[in-house]
């Protein structure tokens, strides 16, 4: 049987050589074993069709070696490994593959070579098998190495043997798993749709690396065929009784059935993302229960994001990556101080050596090392430099005394040793990116209500689940999901996640783009026409009322429900599935027609639509009251302004005429009208 690797997803990094952050749930568990017999499960056939997978791994020249896992399911031995290396750049060195540190094949660098070789059970650590690749440039020097590249790719593992079914709830879930599958009971309740979201996230959580898939229980059978072994399937159904764990078999994979009802139901599920579930060692437990780890603060060492040994040595420019998302400091944060703390070797005589440290490619300080053998760095990130996952990049630039770069590496190497529990990002909770998929996971924190739009319960928690899944990929802390009313998170000030909504729903939580006929204009970056009547569903990110929002919805002429369905489900297994996961989002909108790949858009490209123009009505008659109030009263100002100033005038007048003397009369007029009269 040939297995292959689940597809590896970015976790918390942004290049191809990280080093891993290796998360770890703080959940307590309650566990007491309970007496009734169990079902066991069928074992897993032995042969089984080749999943083919995008797993990879990348190692650039002369880095150190590069990883990638392997889960092995007990009872199987792995006796192949095949793949194919593929060497970008120049071709111009040692390509070389391991087993858990054993050399399996060392080749002259080619654009490609070939891997095919055999493996055995001493191989396999910890129920994995762990595949090393590294890049050994043919010319090394003190300062420069190749920046060609190394990738392995199509990894698959043929096997041999009976795969051995878990006798105990413990066994269920061993160090790593290839996929996990969760089906949805066709009329789930409230508590039973809280459960399954909550166990989507605790297995991203635990197993990072696996498939997670949430179908209808109609479609188990299909989703299941041709699962390499070792894949699981976790049912939750509702019961009156105590929330019990019971092991058992379906569609020729283990079955894990968790029953109960209301909150212990949900808090059960999350305890499945704990390794203490290694505690149950029996088929069936009772009591099952956890609490929700503590969420992470706002001052973070570089220990506790992962890097428990950060050094660099050499001449040239070495330097060690480590990745930083925003829900690692427990939420969204509007800055990020750095403090870096370390030791370095002595620098020689006329050499040169300066660390370095960047943000997501951007410089944020530069010091010399010089004066001693201790140092400090202190940056700050600026706020245009933070994103939902960040890259936290130093480097160590030293060239030897006199620049002489022609002597062989390693000798009297330059070293800088990090302390890394003492060097420290400290952030200051708030907003950094600008409204859309950029704010989530962090925008969440570590509660997700979750509201549905409509009666349709199965369909709307198979998508809500698929998407809880696909945005714990992307979190440090277990996401902790719940099931809300839809007036509960409309009148509430929490960042939600709303599933199969109406035009209603999109109206009232004021949706940049309504459920309803709408067109596009085509500025620079995008084009995409919509017809007025073509069916349509839409992934919205969007904030309202100072939180943020996830609304899932479609629109269908006449009121299509399947049609709208279809729509929704395709956009949460398109999230789920496309390469780079939530992280490959961007902008606000992610809108689908029956026909056609996803586009994402920016709200600012749609025409108004009625809905949103109706919003602003009654803001629309306001203003124009006010402006017809404002002009009656300039008028009725320039009325009276001119009548003052005509009084004023005749007042004037008067007043200049009465100060004027009388002019005597002439005596010729006086003897004539003397005459007359």
């Known amino acids: 049987m040939t297995q292959t690797p689940a597809r590896p997803r970015p976790r918390l990094q942004t290049r191809p050589h990280p080093v891993r952050i290796l998360l770890a749930s703080a959940a307590t568990l309650a566990l007491a074993a309970a007496t009734a017999p169990a079902a066991t499960a069928a074992p897993a056939p032995a042969q089984g069709s080749a999943r083919q997978t995008s797993s990879s791994v990348s190692a650039l020249a002369g880095q150190a070696e590069q990883m990638v896992v392997v889960p092995v399911t007990a009872g199987l031995e792995p006796t192949r490994?095949?793949?194919?290396?593929?060497?970008?750049?120049?071709?111009?060195g040692t390509v070389r593959a391991t087993v858990n540190g054993r050399v399996i094949l060392e080749s002259t660098a080619a654009a490609t070579v070939p891997l095919d070789e055999a493996v055995s059970s001493a191989d396999v650590v910890g129920q994995q098998l762990s595949v090393g690749l590294q890049f050994i440039p043919a010319t090394q020097t003190m300062c420069a190495l190749s920046n060609s590249t190394a990738t392995l790719s199509n990894l698959s593992v043929d096997f041999s043997g009976t795969a051995k079914a878990p006798t105990t709830v413990g066994e269920f879930f061993p160090a790593s798993v290839?996929?996990?599958?969760?089906?949805?009971?066709?009329?789930?309740?409230?508590?039973?749709?809280?459960?399954?979201?909550t166990a989507s996230a605790a297995m991203a959580?635990?197993?990072?690396e696996a498939s997670v898939s949430v179908v209808p229980d109609a479609e188990l059978a299909a989703r299941t065929a041709g699962l390499p072994a070792g894949s699981r399937i976790i049912s939750v159904v509702a019961d009156s009784g105590a929330t019990n764990t019971q092991l058992t078999a379906a569609a020729g994979l283990p079955q894990l059935i968790l029953s109960g009802h209301d909150e212990e139901l949900r808090t059960a599920a999350r305890a499945f993302a704990s390794d203490k579930t290694a505690l149950a060692v029996t088929?069936?437990?009772t009591g099952?229960?956890?609490a929700l780890p503590a969420a992470p603060g706002l001052v973070q060492s570089l220990k506790d994001l992962g890097s428990t040994t950060l050094k660099l040595s050499g001449y040239g420019t070495p330097e060690s990556y480590v990745g930083v998302s925003q829900s690692q400091f427990g939420g969204p944060v509007s800055s990020v101080k750095v403090q870096l703390k370390g030791t370095h070797t002595a620098v020689p005589d006329n050499a040169q050596a300066q660390l370095?440290?960047?943000?997501?490619?951007?410089?944020?300080?530069?010091?010399?090392?010089?004066?001693?053998d201790a140092f400090t760095v202190?940056?700050?990130?600026?706020?245009?430099?933070?994103?939902?996952?960040?890259g936290l990049r130093i480097r160590l630039a030293a060239l030897p005394a006199g620049g002489d770069c022609t002597g062989p590496a390693g000798v009297m190497p330059m070293e800088v040793t990090l302390d890394t529990a003492g060097s420290t990002l400290t952030a200051v909770r708030g907003g950094s990116t600008k409204a859309g998929f950029a704010r989530f996971p962090q925008a969440f924190g570590q509660g997700v209500p979750v509201a549905f739009g409509d009666g349709h319960a199965q369909p709307n928690t198979v998508n809500a689940a698929t998407l809880v899944a696909s945005l714990q990929r992307d979190s440090a802390t277990l996401l902790d999901t719940r099931v809300v009313g839809l007036d509960t998170l409309a009148s509430s000030s929490e960042s939600g996640l709303v599933v199969g909504a109406s035009a209603e729903v999109a109206n009232k939580l004021s949706a940049p783009l309504r459920l309803a006929e709408f067109r596009t204009i085509a500025p620079a970056d995008v084009e995409y026409g919509v017809g007025t009547t073509a069916p349509f569903g839409v992934l919205e990110a969007f904030e309202q009322g100072g939180r943020d929002l996830l609304l899932l919805g479609a629109w269908a002429p006449e009121g299509d429900a399947a049609a709208a369905s279809t729509l929704q489900a395709s956009l949460a297994s398109h999230v789920s599935g496309v390469e780079g996961g939530w992280a490959s989002l961007s902008r606000n909108l992610l809108v689908t027609q029956p026909s056609g790949t996803p586009v994402l858009?920016?709200?600012n490209v749609l025409v108004p639509q009625k809905a949103v123009t109706d919003d602003y009505r009654p803001y629309a008659w306001w203003i124009g009251g006010a402006v017809l109030v404002l002009g009656l009263a300039f008028a009725l100002r320039t009325v009276l302004v001119r009548r003052r100033a005509k009084e004023a005038q005749a007042y004037v007048d008067a007043e200049q005429a009465a100060k004027e003397p009388v002019e005597p009369a002439d005596p010729a007029e006086s003897a004539e009208q003397a005459h007359g009269n």
């Open 178 to 197: 290839p996929a996990v599958v969760l089906p949805v009971p066709a009329d789930p309740g409230a508590d039973v749709s809280a459960a399954i979201m």
């Open 378 to 390: 202190d940056a700050e990130v600026p706020a245009g430099q933070l994103q939902a996952k960040n």
């Open 205 to 208: 959580h635990r197993y990072p």
């Open 81 to 92: 490994v095949k793949g194919t290396i593929a060497v970008s750049g120049k071709p111009e």
């Open 283 to 285: 088929s069936s437990v």
């Open 601 to 603: 858009l920016e709200s």
């Open 288 to 290: 099952l229960t956890s």
């Open 356 to 372: 370095s440290v960047f943000w997501n490619d951007y410089l944020l300080s530069s010091k010399n090392l010089d004066g001693g």
